[in-house]
């Protein structure tokens, strides 16, 4: 092979080198940046993935929300899609629009059945739900006829008979 010839392919071979380098740096900053959504039926069927950022949503349960009383930062409540609940455990400040029987949206970590969020996102008006949460809501409910007030999601079934019914089947909320 004359050098002409060698000089040719020592180019095409380092664009083609650049070019999965290129590639492959793309893949893994995009598999970094996926957060898979999952819902609270989901979570507590242990569907959802250990120790991996993910995306949960759902209507924050009423009476739920705890701070602590030593370091107002830390907070706890639950949230659920009417048909299973999960905890959620955040530290920071919550946004403004965050309320009980509020649809949110947020991402974390599962971890010893705890969702600890590192963001919290709640709906921007009265109108307006994630369609992650809207459409796992109305999956939820096709069959229970769930009624819709105001854009937030009124259970055919009161909290307290869920709360029964996992209990019977020895699941906790």
Known sequence: MNSVRQKKLMWVLAVLLGAVVAVSLILYA???QTDYYFDPTAIAAG???EAKRIRVGGMVVAGSVQ????DQLNIQFKITDYKAVVPVSYRGVL?????ENSGIV?????QDG????GEVLAKHDENYMPPEVAKSLKTQHATRGTDVNNGQFV???PMSEIDERNAAQGTER
């Open 155 to 157: 259970p055919a079934t």
């Open 114 to 117: 705890v969702f600890v969020a």
């Open 30 to 32: 995009i598999r970094n």
């Open 106 to 110: 947020a991402t974390g970590e599962l």
């Open 95 to 99: 946004p403004d629009l965050f309320a």
């Open 47 to 49: 569907q959802a993935p």
């Open 67 to 70: 701070r602590d009383p030593s």
